[in-house]
C-alpha cells in the first residue's frame, strides 16, 4: 500500500525519519516522489507529485507482483511525466484521469483507498477510457522492459547474442 501524504513546503529531518520508519509510504516533498524507508526518490517535472504517486499506485494495481518494489512501478511511470511535459494533451489527458479517479475514491482519494479490491473495482469502471488505456499500453513495456526485473520473473533475456534459442535448450523438452 502507498500512503500519500499533503504536500508541504520540506520536510525536517525528524519528520522525514518519522515517517520514514512506518513502513512502506511515499513522501511528497516539492516537487519530487521519495520513498524514505526504502530509500529512493523520483522528480516530478511536468506532472504534479501527487499525480506521480498516484500513478505508482495505479501501475501496480493493473499489473501486481507482490515481488516487485515500488521504485520499479516508479520507474516505469516516469515516462509519463517526461511525455506530459512535451505534449500538453497527455499531460491533461493524465492529470484528468488521475483527478477522476480520486473523486471516484472519495475522501482520501485512490491512493488512500486501502483495500486493493477497492481500487481494482474504480479501474474496471474506466478499462475502456482512454486515460486507462494509455498507462495500461505504456506500462507494459515500461514495467517489464527492466532488464532490472528480469531474474525476478525467470527471463534471461535476448538470446541472439548468446547463439540463439535453437542452440540453448528448445529441444530440451523432457516432460513430453
Known amino acids: ?15 522525514l525519519l518519522k515517517r520514514g520508519s512506518i513502513g512502506a509510504m511515499l513522501v511528497i516533498s516539492g516537487t519530487a516522489v521519495i520513498s524514505p524507508h526504502n530509500a529512493w526518490g523520483l522528480e516530478a517535472t511536468a506532472l504534479k ?4 504517486a498516484t500513478l505508482i499506485t495505479l501501475a501496480g ?14 520507474i516505469a511511470v516516469k515516462g509519463q511525466d517526461a511525455r506530459a511535459g512535451k505534449d500538453a494533451a497527455h499531460k491533461a489527458l493524465i ?38 488505456q494509455a498507462i495500461r499500453g505504456d506500462l507494459v ?12 520473473f525467470g527471463y534471461e533475456g535476448e538470446s ?8 540453448r535448450g528448445f529441444s530440451d523438452i523432457e516432460w513430453l
Open 1 to 15: 500500500m502507498v500512503t500519500v501524504y499533503e504536500k508541504t513546503n520540506g520536510l525536517s529531518r525528524r519528520d
Open 49 to 52: 507529485p501527487e499525480t506521480m
Open 61 to 74: 494495481d493493473i499489473y501486481p507482483h507482490d515481488q516487485l518494489a515500488d521504485r520499479f512501478y516508479a
Open 95 to 132: 492529470e484528468d484521469g488521475i483527478a477522476d479517479l480520486n473523486t471516484r475514491a472519495g475522501a482520501g482519494g485512490y491512493s488512500g483507498l486501502g483495500w486493493e479490491d477497492d481500487r481494482v473495482a474504480i479501474l474496471r469502471d474506466i478499462e475502456t477510457t482512454p486515460f486507462f
Open 141 to 152: 513495456v515500461s514495467l517489464y522492459n527492466q532488464p532490472e526485473l528480469w531474474p525476478i
Open 160 to 167: 541472439y547474442s548468446k547463439g540463439g534459442y535453437i542452440e
